[in-house]
């Protein structure tokens, strides 16, 4: 079982910056990708960003340019850094953490794991 908590979320004015945390705890060992996704209110969730084990990224157009996923082996976490923020991108962001049996034979479940969702609020 993994557990995932997300930090760094708050309000930020057009142009700012931000820096959310996600801290992945418990048996994390199968976890091939994490990833970033947003949901504004009366939208659907859209992937922002994601890494995999091997460090490899992907970017949401909207985002490309403005934002960098990274993580921290280390310390279980990844890090989403959002500069030139703009309004359009209030919204609860929600780590994720794709656990898959390709990363190792004794991995042998497939399973999405969703952290609480920290809020993000870009004012005009």
């Known amino acids: 079982q993994v557990q995932l908590v997300e930090s760094g979320g708050g309000l930020v004015q057009a142009g700012g910056s931000l820096r959310l945390s996600c801290a992945a705890s418990?048996?994390?060992?199968?976890?091939?990708?994490m990833g970033w996704y947003r949901q504004a209110p009366g939208k659907e969730r859209e992937l922002v960003a994601g890494?995999?084990?091997?460090?490899?990224?992907y970017y949401g157009d909207s985002v490309k340019g403005r934002f960098t996923i990274s993580r921290d082996n280390a310390k279980n976490t990844v890090y989403l850094q959002m500069n030139s923020l703009k309004p359009e991108d209030t919204a609860v962001y929600y780590c994720?953490?794709?656990?898959?049996?390709?990363?190792?034979?004794?991995?042998?479940?497939?399973?999405?794991?969703w952290g609480q969702g920290t809020q993000v609020t870009v004012s005009s």
């Open positions: 994720n953490a794709d656990e898959s049996p390709t990363v190792q034979a004794m991995c042998v479940h497939e399973y999405d794991y």
């Open positions: 418990g048996d994390t060992f199968c976890i091939s990708a």
């Open positions: 890494i995999t084990s091997l460090s490899s990224t």
